[in-house]
């Protein structure tokens, strides 16, 4: 029988797989809310940190899974995703009925459906809930979650969602948080090499990038985002909160899904190719917003 944790007040046993600069934060919010937390990563001394905070140690994806009642997912694209499900050791092997896998990883709707049909014929329950947000918000527990797919495993990861974010959405159709994270972080993407586009003309004639930053500030343009990520650009500190070749890969599918609906995508495949040109350049694991450095040249 599969309980409803939020109904009878039970706090219940979690799983925690892919402790990168995302995951670390969010597992450690759930340990410190006192969640009986078992993580795992491929590189294993990455769950070091976590395990001091009182951690279990899980010894694989599979081991993990069939352990905890709700398992999340923390990993870098569609192929790692597709990895950790379906490979040896994997989700998929752990995953039996009273099993529910939450997979809060980028990537596209036909892996989410795929992952979300495999779940199910084993009789788990899976749970897409890609997050806006990175690692600041990470840390803090302000993430968005915006999920599909089981809606009995929404309500029961909800507790956890609230430790870990400040609003979860829910879409009935299977694929839809997958295509909502892909519509928001293209809209931030284009948003931010415009941004370096302004910031870097304005240096170009004279113009203070903070004196910029100081005008956005008082009018209908300004963003959180402009805010956040604008004092370290004008600085030219790029310390990594979400890669940049994380953005060039969301950027990348958010347009083979435009292609896929026939509707074209001008700014942000222009803004595609800054992030590309970026990556070439060496600027993959540096933050996004790095991609005004080529964008000055």
Known sequence: MILNFLEEGIMGKYGFLGIGIM?????TNL???GFDVTVWNRSAEKCAPLVDLGAKN???????????????????????????????????????AG??????????????????????????????APVSGSKKPAEDGALVFLCSGDESLYKDAGEALDVMGKK???????????????????????????FAEGLSLGDKIGLKKTAILDVIAQGAINS??????????????????????????????ALLLGDSYCQPLYTSSAANNAYITARKNGCSDEDFSAVIKNIEK
């Open 23 to 27: 995951g670390r934060a969010m597992a």
């Open 31 to 33: 340990l410190k809310a």
């Open 58 to 96: 899980g010894k694989t994806a599979a081991d993990v899974v069939a352990h905890c009642d709700i398992t999340f997912a923390m990993v870098s694209d569609p192929g790692a995703a597709n990895t950790l499900c379906f490979g040896k050791n994997g989700v998929l092997e752990g995953i039996s």
């Open 99 to 128: 099993k529910s896998y939450v997979d809060v990883s980028t990537v596209d709707a036909g892996t989410a459906i795929l992952i979300h049909d495999a779940i199910k014929k084993k009789g788990g329950r899976y749970l897409e």
């Open 168 to 194: 979860s959405f829910y879409f009935p159709q299977i694929g839809q948080g997958a295509q909502m994270k892909l519509v928001i972080n293209m809209i931030m993407g284009t948003m931010m090499t415009a």
């Open 224 to 253: 959180p985002m402009f805010q956040l990520k604008g004092p370290s650009m004008t600085v030219g500190d790029f310390t990594t909160a979400f890669p940049l070749k994380h953005m060039q890969k969301d950027m990348r599918l």
